[in-house]
């Protein structure tokens, strides 16, 4: 047995390692990004801000002057406190190993966000995922019965949900948080793209915690996740967070976003009248099923057997999209495809209607 083999542990070989496809010269609807630059006005004063930054230096190790302006743009009482990430990912590992007591276990729904799962593994906690309905919607009495029989540290709730897209039943949601024992973290990845807002849930439930992220709204090259919840539970996590986390390009790139946030109001909600578009051309299509849709993205069940075929084609003619079909049951036949600039959707739905012709 070689050395890898003997040391590293069963479950980390098990894992596949988390797959990003080349994308260099494609129309990139994969992933869930703004696709839209900011404008030429805008870029150069970024830059600008950015040319006499102390790169020889370390960054504010709490990256205060970002966390007063998130507290501002997203109206955060002074009474809780706000934890920043490398991206979401790094809050899910920083909860993950603050629970990983003996038997621990993290519980969500499925199909759901990849990371909860693998980051659980990573952990080494227990994971126990709860399939959703057929129509993508909460299975209460499945999920209230996982609550009971595992006790779970900690469970996620997504706001809406990816890959689905859709939000869930607000008094399902109530129950299964009164239910659980430990943490509930509601995940507003999307909020830019929803009317829907629970940071007025932290009033209601000392367990509960909001995570957030800027990567959506068109700052995904920064990597900017955030908690937000009460400070003795953000305290004991900061301790696990490693020195110096957000950098000074990172720091100083959202600090002048945020300054400039009507920028990327403008964008997103330019995506929420595009995503509206493209579900109705996606369901123009013969045989296509189009799920209701609270994010920038758009799923969709291609006619049975066809989800290959047409990411494949699709990927033929430099547009890249997400194949679901395979990764879980309820997502048989199923593509995800995240809302594009204009240009960019009509290229896809002529792509789309000559493959679905072929």
């Given at each position: 047995m070689s050395r890898v083999k003997k040391?590293?542990?069963?479950?980390?070989?098990?894992?596949?390692?988390?797959h990003v496809p080349a994308s260099d010269d494609m129309i990139k609807l994969d992933a869930m990004e703004n696709p839209y630059v900011w404008p030429a006005v805008a870029r150069e004063a970024w830059s600008d801000s950015l040319r006499d930054l102390p790169i020889n230096r370390y960054p504010d190790p709490a990256a205060q002057l970002v966390k007063d302006g998130l507290r501002r743009l997203m109206g955060v009482d002074d009474k809780y406190d706000l934890l920043l990430g490398n991206g979401s990912d790094e809050i899910i590992q920083l909860l993950a190993m603050a629970l990983a007591k003996p038997g621990a276990t993290i519980l969500a729904p499925e199909p759901g966000f990849v990371m909860y799962k693998m980051i659980a593994t990573f952990c080494g906690l227990k994971y126990v995922g709860v399939p959703l309905q057929n129509d993508f919607e909460l299975d209460r009495d499945a999920m209230l019965s996982a609550v009971i029989a595992h006790e779970p540290a900690l469970v996620f709730l997504a706001q809406p949900n990816n890959p689905t897209g859709n939000l869930w039943d607000e008094k399902t949601?109530?129950?299964?948080?009164?239910?659980?024992?430990?943490?509930v973290v509601i995940d507003e990845a999307y909020m830019?793209?929803?009317?829907?807002?629970?940071?007025?849930?932290?009033?209601?439930?000392?367990?509960?915690?909001?995570?957030?992220?800027?990567?959506?709204?068109?700052l995904a090259g920064l990597r900017l996740g955030l908690l937000i919840g009460n400070k003795e539970c953000l305290h004991e996590l900061d301790k696990l967070r490693l020195p110096y986390n957000i950098n000074v390009l990172t720091q100083a790139s959202a600090l002048f976003a945020l300054e400039h946030y009507e920028m990327m109001v403008i964008q997103t909600e330019q995506i929420?009248?595009?995503?509206?578009?493209?579900?109705?051309?996606?369901?123009?299509?013969?045989?296509?099923t189009v799920f209701p849709s609270e994010a920038n993205f758009v799923l969709v069940r291609t006619p049975a057997g066809q989800a290959r075929n047409w990411f494949?084609?699709?990927?033929?003619?430099?547009?890249?999209?997400?194949?679901?079909?395979g990764g879980h049951p309820l997502l048989k036949d199923c593509l995800r495809i995240t809302v594009g600039t204009t240009e960019q959707n009509a290229a896809l739905m002529d792509a789309l209607r000559e493959i679905a012709q072929a």
């Open positions: 040391l590293i542990r069963d479950e980390i070989q098990a894992l596949s390692a988390y949601l109530t129950e299964i948080v009164e239910a659980a024992p430990g943490f830019a793209f929803t009317d829907a807002d629970h940071i007025d849930w932290l009033d209601r439930y000392d367990h509960v915690l909001i995570m957030r992220t800027l990567s959506k709204v068109g929420r009248v595009d995503r509206v578009m493209l579900q109705k051309d996606l369901a123009s299509l013969p045989g296509v494949e084609g699709l990927k033929q003619r430099k547009i890249l999209i997400k194949c679901l079909d």
